[in-house]
């Protein structure tokens, strides 16, 4: 099956979701045509019953499949054809004259594919409606009762077990690893400022929050980074907002690449970046902040040859005085307003 993206067109997804309908119908209405044809067969079936075989088997998905793409909703269209599908099995069963074994076959698979279609909710409709057309048709029938089941037919039935279930259990498959992925995709998306491609604040102070609290279990190092580009309202008032955004996006991506992978770098708000370096006390966090602030400075860009970019950098490494990550951060907001204040373009540690 095709992979979703999450922001694709709705009715797209609807479509997609009629196809594997479609194909699974197609798939069983062929199966299920062998152990009814040899019923029949059995059974001196009138040649109305052989045209409404092959109409069911061949004409019917098609019918099922195009009414449902050209509908306004194509998934409840779809489910309407599911209902359908259930009133013709329960059919079946009244015109073989409830042959067991191909009876007993139908209804399992018919609540199978319902409820990997729709839940139970959808099981409990799709139930009624087998066996209201059941007991219709039975009855118009004159309650025929024939379940004794030939040896030929059950070999017939075996394709329809075996294929069907196994086709069924690949498709829901594959679905649940589509829904899995789709939901991890969210999970990264919820977590990343969409603009920077880097993680959010929210993001950020969870783990950090998280790191806080190893240091008071094991008094494990950790250092946070709090950086502001200097005099970014001048950038966006010279070169404009759109060549503000530019800037930032190169910071974050500076910030990607010049620290470790257990680090985290993320966007703290507007022109506001924090960096988490794990394991790391303020000597070796030095170190990383004035190699990411001359890094910065170095930064060129081909549409305003003029613009340079510098970043005032604080230094705050987690103490037994941080009772909360608030005060943690004040702790770095505090370096990094020195910074600014002595001048800007510098590191300054708490």
């Known amino acids: 099956m095709p992979h979703d993206s999450i922001a694709g067109d709705p009715r797209n997804r609807n479509l997609q979701f009629v196809r594997r309908i479609h194909g699974m119908r197609m798939l069983g209405t062929l199966l299920c045509m062998l152990p009814i044809a040899s019923?029949?067969?059995?059974?001196?079936?009138s040649p109305w019953a052989w045209a409404l075989l092959v109409a069911n088997a061949l004409a019917w998905p098609q019918v099922a499949y195009y009414t449902s793409r050209r509908a306004r909703d194509p998934v409840a269209a779809q489910f309407r054809c599911l209902l359908l599908d259930s009133a013709s099995a329960g059919a079946w069963v009244a015109l073989m004259a409830v042959s067991t074994a191909?009876?007993?076959?139908?209804?399992?698979m018919a609540t199978a594919d319902k409820i990997a279609a729709g839940g139970w909710a959808f099981v409990r409709r799709s139930t009624l409606a087998l066996l209201g057309t059941f007991v219709l048709v039975w009855a118009l029938l004159g309650f025929p009762f024939q379940p004794l089941t030939s040896q030929r037919t059950l070999l017939l039935c075996i394709p329809f077990l075996f294929v069907y279930t196994v086709v069924l259990s690949v498709v829901t498959h594959r679905l649940r690893s589509r829904i899995l992925d789709q939901n991890r995709e969210l999970e990264r998306l919820n977590r990343t400022d969409p603009t920077m491609q880097v993680p959010n604040r929210p993001h950020f102070e969870a783990v950090a929050s998280a790191e806080l609290a190893r240091f008071r279990r094991s008094g494990r190092p950790a250092t946070l980074l709090?950086?502001?580009?200097?005099?970014?309202?001048?950038?966006?008032?010279?070169?404009?907002?759109g060549m503000g955004d530019v800037v930032l996006k190169r910071i974050a991506a500076l910030l990607r690449v010049s620290v470790r992978e257990a680090d985290l770098p993320a966007r703290y708000g507007g022109d506001e970046f924090?960096?988490?370096?794990?394991?790391?006390?303020?000597?070796?966090?030095?170190?990383?902040?004035?190699r990411i602030r001359q890094e910065?400075?170095?930064?060129?860009?081909?549409?305003?040859?003029?613009?340079?970019?510098?970043?005032?950098?604080?230094?705050?490494e987690v103490t037994a005085d941080d009772a909360t990550l608030d005060a943690w951060v004040h702790a770095a907001d505090a370096a990094l307003y020195r910074a600014k204040a002595a001048g800007r373009n510098r590191v300054v540690a708490a």
């Open 39 to 45: 019923v029949l067969d059995e059974r001196g079936a």
């Open 102 to 108: 191909p009876a007993a076959l139908f209804v399992t």
């Open 226 to 241: 709090l950086l502001d580009v200097d005099s970014f309202k001048a950038i966006n008032d010279r070169y404009g907002h």
């Open 274 to 290: 924090a960096v988490l370096l794990v394991d790391t006390d303020t000597t070796r966090a030095m170190q990383v902040a004035e």
């Open 296 to 316: 910065a400075a170095q930064q060129t860009f081909d549409a305003e040859p003029g613009l340079r970019c510098t970043l005032s950098i604080g230094v705050a």
